[in-house]
C-alpha cells in the first residue's frame, strides 16, 4: 500500500471513522510483542564506484560503468564539489556506516556532506529535489550532513533501502579533502542468510522464472523486518492487503510463522470502535491503528488468517483471533443490497483494490467478499466453528450474475458498466461462476484495450492468480513473464511499488522519485510459481 | 584568529614548513590533558517566539518583536513550509533539543526540518546558501534532520553557538503537523555559572564600561571550553594570539589559571622540527598542530607563559617551559638584520599582526618581537635564570628609531613607508621609545584618514592598551566606547570576530554568514577596564 493517501484518495468522512477507534486489546498487543523478532544482521560491502552512462536502450535511458574498483577508493580524495556513486551490487536494507578520512595538511572545517540512497538509477542521477509530488517529500532517500572532526567514522543513524549511495561532498575546507573508507551497510532482516539460503530451488529449468522467484524472494526478505512493512523505503507499515500476499509467499519460501502470527496479533490488537480493522498499524513509536480504513482490506482479515492455519497447522491462534474476523467482516456485509450485491455506494468507507483512477469497485468488491466469506467458512471447518457466512455465500453467489453481461462476455460494474481487469479477477477468484466463463472473461478484457487495465503489482497480483486459478496457466505465466519479467529485464533487483513498461517516470505520486522500487505486493511470483503453477510447471516440464 | 587561511594568506612555504614538524612531547601532552577540565552544563531554554521587522535605525536593519510567548508554543502546530524563530535572550554555546509532536491524525511519513543557529539576525532572516565565502561553507550553522517516528525527542549531537533558533518544517505530511516543546540548550562552558558570578563588580558606575565588561566577560565564558577556542562558532581552535588575550582577560575576571596552563602545555607538547610553535593547536578528534605558523605567535608564546606566572604564582610550570620559550624565539629572531631590524622579508613566514589587507608588518613586528623578548627576560627574572635576550632588546632598541619618521611623527614600515595604527601600537608597546612620543604618534595615526586602521578587534585591542600604558588612557576609553560600545549598542551579546560600524555585511570571508560573532580575540576589554585602566578609572572616579 501507499502513506498518505492525502486529499486526493481519503474519502471525506475518515476522520468521522477515526472517532470509531476505541482502546488497544492489551492481551494482544502484548501477544505480539511476544513474537517481535530480533533482526538477523549482516555486513555488506559495495562492489565499486561507477558512474551511470547513457543507454537510450535501457529502461532507465543508463548504464552503470565501473570507473573504480572498491580497492581503489581509499586511495581517492573529494573536496568541495566532488561526488561519487558507490554500487552495492543490489538491495539492501540497512544502516549506512562510512569512515572519512583527511587528505590534505589539516581537517580544519567541517566536512559538510549530502548521501543520497538510490535503489534506481534516477536516485543518484538527478536531483531529487524540488520533487513534484503529492505526498511528503520528507521521504526522499538523501540527508545533509556535517561531520565536525575528520577522521572519523561516520554510523548513520536511519535505516535506508538502497543498491546505490550517492555522496557529494558539499564543502571540506581549501586545506583539505576527503578520503572514504570502511564503507559498509549493517543489512537487517527478520529472514538470516541461513533461512534464506535453505529455501528449496523452484522446481523448474527456466532461468526466466528462477529470474523471477529469486527477485521476488529479496524482495519479501527486504521487506521482513519487525512486521512485513510494505516498503522499506517508503512507507514501512503493516498494511492488511500487502501482508496477505507477504505472508503467502513467505509460507512457500522462509516459512517465518511467528512474523505472520505477530502481525495478525498486531491488527486484532486495534479494532475500532465498530469492531472493523484499520488498514494499517504503526509499530513505531508505540503500537498504533493507522486512520486508514479500507473496505477490502477489512474483510481479507479472516482469509490471511485461514492462510496461516493452513500453513502453519497452529489452530490455537485461529480459535483466538475467530471473534476479530467475525468483526472484521461486519462492514463489508453492510454493503450487500437486498440481492445480496456489493453496493460500493451503500457507505463512503474506501473500496481499494488498486490505485487505477476511476475504477467501479461494485462488481470487483463483491467478488472479493465472496471470496472472504467463502475462505472464512473454510477456516470455520478447520476449527471446528459453524460457517458464519453460508447463507450469504448462497445469496452472494446467486447474486453474481448479475455483474455478467452475455453479451460482451464479461463482469461489469457500477452504472457506467465499467469493464475491468480487477472486476473479472476478482469475481474469479470467488469461484462465482465457472472456471471457463471467469477465463473466458479474463481473456476478453485483456485483449480489450478500452477495458480498465491494472496500476499496482497488486491488482496484477490478482488477475495472474485469477487466471491461474480457472485453467488460464499459461496465460498467467505469460501475464508474469510480461510484468514481473519486464521489471527484471529492466534491471530490478527487487520488484517495485508501480511499473510501467512503456514509462519509466510513471508515479502514482507525481512524481517518480518518491516511488518504491522494493515494495511488498510486488513479490508474488514466488507464491504463483511455487504453489498455484505448482502442478502445472511440474507437468509441462515433465512433457 | 581564522580557520582556513587558505590560498588567499598562507604563504606559498608553508608545506615546506610543515615538513619540519617532530612528533608530539608525550609528556607535554599527558599533562595538558590531566588538566583537561569536566565542563559545567545547565538547562536553558527561549524566552520567547519572535520574528524580525524592518528597521532602519538599526544596525542589522530590524528588530526583534515576540508574536507569541514561549508557554503558548506547544499549542501551535506547524506545517509543510512553516517556519519559527526562537529567541534565547542571549548568546549561548551548548546542545540544543525539542520534542516534536504531532497534531493530527497520524504520523505517516517522517518529519524533514532545517534548523539554523543564529548569533545574530542575518542567520535566522536571510537564507544561508550560497555563500560567498572563500573559507569553508561547512561552518554554516544549519542542519538538515528527517525524523522518523514521532512523537519524539530530537536530541542535536553537535555543538552550536546560538542566540536564535530558526525551525522551518520542509515537510511533514498531509495527515500532520508538528508540535515543538521541550525546548532547550545544555549550555556548556570550563566556567560554572558560580564561578561567573562570583567575578567583583566593575568598579565603576558608568553604565557603557558596565556593559562593555559584562558583554566582554559572556564572550570569553562561551569561548572557554576544554581549550580557549577562539570562536565556538568557527573555528573552534586554539590560537595564540588569541589564547594571549584571553587568558589575560580570564586571570583578572574567572582566574581559571588550570584552562590556561593545560593550553600551554598543549602548545608546548607540538614544537616543529626547528623548536617553532605552531600558531594553533587541534585537540580533537586528537592532539596535533595545525598547518599554521605565525611569526608573531610564536614569539607571544613566551609572554603568555610569563602572564600565567605572574597571575597564578605558578613558577614551577615557566621552568618546566622555559627550554620551549627560548625554542619559540628562534625562527623570529632570525628575522632581525645586521642593524637588529626586524625585516620581514628575511623569511617568507607568515606575519600576521592583523587580517586588514597589505600591512607592512616590519615595524609592528619589530615592536612585537621587542616586547616578547622584554617580558620573557622579566619571566626569567621570576625564576632565577640570566635573561637571554638582554643583549638582543639593546639592539633592537638602538634600532627602533630607525622606524620613526621625525618630520612626520610617526612610526613608518617597509619600503613605501607605510603608516599604520598596528605599527604605532607595538612599537609603543615595546617601550622602545618614550610614552610621550609613542602617544603622539598613536595621536596622529587615529587622526590620519589615510594611515592604515586596524580591522579586527584583535588588532584594535593592541591599539587601546598601546594608548593606556603611553598615558592616553582617556583616549583608549574613547575608542573602547567607539569599538566596542559600537558593538553593544548595535546589540551585540558577545563581541564580534569583526565589526564595521559602517557596514553591517562586512565580512574578511566574502559573506558576513561566515562570521563568527562571539569570539575571543575581543573579549579584552575587561582586562583593559580591569587591569590597564584600573588606576585611572579609580583616579577619575575619585575625581
Known amino acids: 500500500m501507499a502513506s498518505e493517501s492525502g486529499e486526493l484518495e481519503v474519502p471525506a468522512n475518515q476522520k468521522v471513522e477515526r472517532l470509531l477507534k476505541t482502546n488497544i486489546n492489551e492481551e494482544f498487543a502484548r501477544k505480539a510483542e511476544s513474537l517481535k523478532p530480533e533482526l538477523h544482521q549482516w555486513i555488506d560491502r559495495p562492489l565499486s564506484v561507477i558512474k551511470f552512462e547513457p543507454d537510450p536502450d535501457a529502461f532507465f535511458k543508463c548504464k552503470a560503468v565501473q570507473?573504480?574498483?572498491?580497492?581503489?577508493?581509499?586511495?581517492?580524495?573529494?573536496?568541495?564539489?566532488?561526488?561519487?556513486?558507490?554500487?552495492?551490487?543490489?538491495?539492501r536494507v540497512g544502516y549506512f556506516s562510512i569512515n572519512l578520512g583527511v587528505d590534505g595538511i589539516n581537517a580544519d572545517a567541517p566536512a559538510r556532506l549530502r548521501l543520497t540512497f538510490g535503489e534506481i538509477?534516477?536516485?543518484?542521477?538527478?536531483?531529487?529535489?524540488?520533487?513534484?509530488?503529492?505526498?511528503?517529500?520528507?521521504?526522499?532517500?538523501?540527508?545533509?550532513?556535517?561531520?565536525?572532526?575528520?577522521?572519523?567514522?561516520?554510523?548513520?543513524?536511519?535505516?535506508?533501502?538502497?543498491?546505490?549511495?550517492?555522496?557529494?561532498?558539499?564543502?571540506?575546507?581549501?586545506?583539505?579533502?576527503?578520503?572514504?573508507?570502511?564503507?559498509?551497510?549493517?543489512?537487517?532482516?527478520?529472514?538470516?542468510?541461513?533461512?534464506?539460503?535453505?529455501?528449496?530451488?523452484?522446481?523448474?529449468?527456466?532461468?526466466?522464472?528462477?529470474?523471477?522467484d529469486r527477485i521476488s524472494q529479496v524482495t519479501l526478505r527486504n521487506c521482513m523486518q519487525t512486521v512485513f512493512e510494505d516498503g522499506p523505503r517508503r512507507d514501512r507499515r503493516l498494511w492488511i492487503g500487502d501482508l496477505r500476499l507477504q505472508?503467502?509467499?513467505?509460507?512457500?519460501?522462509?516459512?517465518?510463522?511467528?512474523?505472520?502470527?505477530?502481525?495478525?496479533?498486531?491488527?486484532?490488537?486495534?479494532?475500532?470502535?465498530?469492531?472493523?480493522?484499520?488498514?494499517?498499524?504503526?509499530?513505531?513509536?508505540?503500537?498504533?491503528?493507522?486512520?486508514?480504513?479500507?473496505?477490502?482490506?477489512?474483510?481479507?482479515?479472516?482469509?490471511?488468517?485461514?492462510?496461516?492455519?493452513?500453513?502453519?497447522?497452529?489452530?490455537?491462534?485461529?480459535?483466538?483471533?475467530?471473534?476479530?474476523?467475525?468483526?472484521?467482516?461486519?462492514?463489508?456485509?453492510?454493503h450487500l443490497d437486498a440481492d445480496g450485491k456489493f453496493d460500493s455506494k451503500a457507505t463512503d468507507s474506501w473500496k481499494f483494490l488498486d490505485w487505477v483512477a476511476g475504477l467501479e469497485t461494485d462488481a470487483g468488491m463483491h467478488g472479493l467478499v465472496l471470496f472472504c466469506c467463502k475462505e472464512i467458512n473454510k477456516l470455520a471447518a478447520l476449527i471446528s466453528k459453524p460457517p458464519p457466512f453460508t447463507e450469504t455465500v448462497e445469496k452472494m453467489t446467486t447474486a453474481a450474475p448479475l455483474f455478467y453481461d452475455k453479451d460482451l462476455g464479461v463482469f461489469v460494474s457500477g452504472s457506467s458498466r465499467q469493464v475491468s481487469w480487477s472486476s473479472q479477477a476478482?469475481?474469479?477468484?470467488?469461484?462465482?461462476?465457472?472456471?471457463?466463463?471467469?477465463?473466458?472473461?479474463?481473456?476478453?478484457?485483456?485483449?480489450?484495450?478500452?477495458?480498465?487495465?491494472?496500476?499496482?503489482?497488486?491488482?496484477?497480483?490478482?488477475?495472474?492468480?485469477?487466471?491461474?486459478?480457472?485453467?488460464?496457466?499459461?496465460?498467467?505465466?505469460?501475464?508474469?513473464?510480461?510484468?514481473?519479467?519486464?521489471?527484471?529485464?529492466?534491471?530490478?533487483?527487487?520488484?517495485?511499488?508501480?511499473?510501467d513498461a512503456?514509462?519509466?517516470?510513471?508515479?502514482?505520486?507525481?512524481?517518480?522519485?518518491?516511488?518504491?522500487?522494493?515494495?511488498?505486493w510486488s513479490c508474488t511470483p514466488s507464491y504463483l510459481l511455487r504453489v498455484v503453477l505448482k502442478d502445472y510447471l511440474a507437468a509441462t516440464s515433465k512433457a
Open 426 to 499: 476478482w469475481l474469479a477468484l470467488s469461484g462465482a461462476m465457472d472456471a471457463p466463463t471467469c477465463l473466458q472473461a479474463l481473456t476478453k478484457v485483456m485483449g480489450d484495450p478500452t477495458a480498465v487495465k491494472p496500476l499496482t503489482p497488486y491488482a496484477y497480483h490478482h488477475v495472474a492468480e485469477a487466471l491461474a486459478r480457472c485453467g488460464g496457466e499459461e496465460q498467467c505465466l505469460k501475464l508474469m513473464r510480461d510484468y514481473w519479467g519486464g521489471m527484471a529485464r529492466a534491471g530490478a533487483d527487487t520488484f517495485w511499488e508501480f511499473f
Open 67 to 91: 570507473i573504480h574498483t572498491i580497492e581503489e577508493l581509499s586511495k581517492l580524495s573529494y573536496g568541495k564539489g566532488d561526488q561519487l556513486i558507490l554500487d552495492f551490487g543490489s538491495h
Open 121 to 212: 538509477p534516477y536516485d543518484v542521477t538527478e536531483n531529487l529535489h524540488p520533487c513534484n509530488t503529492w505526498i511528503s517529500t520528507s521521504w526522499l532517500p538523501d540527508e545533509i550532513i556535517n561531520v565536525d572532526w575528520l577522521p572519523t567514522d561516520v554510523d548513520m543513524p536511519r535505516r535506508y533501502s538502497f543498491r546505490y549511495v550517492k555522496i557529494e561532498v558539499i564543502d571540506a575546507s581549501p586545506k583539505y579533502k576527503i578520503r572514504l573508507s570502511e564503507v559498509k551497510v549493517r543489512a537487517v532482516s527478520a529472514i538470516s542468510s541461513d533461512a534464506a539460503s535453505a529455501v528449496s530451488p523452484l522446481e523448474s529449468t527456466d532461468q526466466e522464472l528462477i529470474s523471477i
Open 247 to 334: 505472508a503467502l509467499t513467505n509460507y512457500c519460501t522462509f516459512k517465518d510463522f511467528s512474523l505472520a502470527k505477530r502481525c495478525l496479533y498486531l491488527f486484532a490488537a486495534l479494532p475500532r470502535g465498530d469492531d472493523s480493522l484499520p488498514a494499517c498499524v504503526f509499530e513505531k513509536p508505540k503500537l498504533s491503528a493507522g486512520s486508514d480504513y479500507i473496505v477490502d482490506y477489512d474483510a481479507l482479515y479472516g482469509p490471511m488468517v485461514y492462510d496461516y492455519t493452513v500453513a502453519s497447522g497452529d489452530l490455537e491462534t485461529a480459535i483466538e483471533l475467530w471473534p476479530t474476523i467475525l468483526g472484521s467482516m461486519k462492514k463489508p456485509l453492510v
Open 502 to 520: 512503456e514509462d519509466s517516470r510513471r508515479s502514482p505520486y507525481g512524481d517518480c522519485h518518491n516511488n518504491s522500487y522494493c515494495h511488498a
